[in-house]
């Protein structure tokens, strides 16, 4: 983890190459895996990032967002549809 801090903070830091698999249940889908270490570099942008752009984003807006899952957004639709 030091190598990694130490990368980030000179600006050094390379993304490493991703594995990719191709999964068929229920459809087709492709999987693009990280390492452990770029996990741990999106996971940083991510909490950066998501705090400046959530205020953006409309409020029926579900995807990848804390709190709005499938639920959520089964229980929005079923209000509208009542």
């Known amino acids: 983890m030091k190598q990694l801090y130490y990368e980030l903070c000179t600006e050094t830091y ?3 190459p991703t594995s990719r698999y191709i999964i068929q249940d229920p459809v087709v889908r492709e999987l693009i895996v990280l390492v ?6 999106q996971h ?3 909490g950066y990032i998501a705090p400046l752009r959530e205020p953006r984003f409309i409020h ?8 709005k899952g499938t639920l959520f957004g089964i229980r929005r639709v079923s209000k509208w549809i009542r």
Do not use: C
């Open 44 to 46: 940083l942008i991510y």
């Open 14 to 16: 390379v993304i490493s």
């Open 36 to 41: 452990f270490r770029d996990r741990i570099v």
């Open 60 to 67: 029926d807006s579900y995807s990848n967002r804390v709190g």
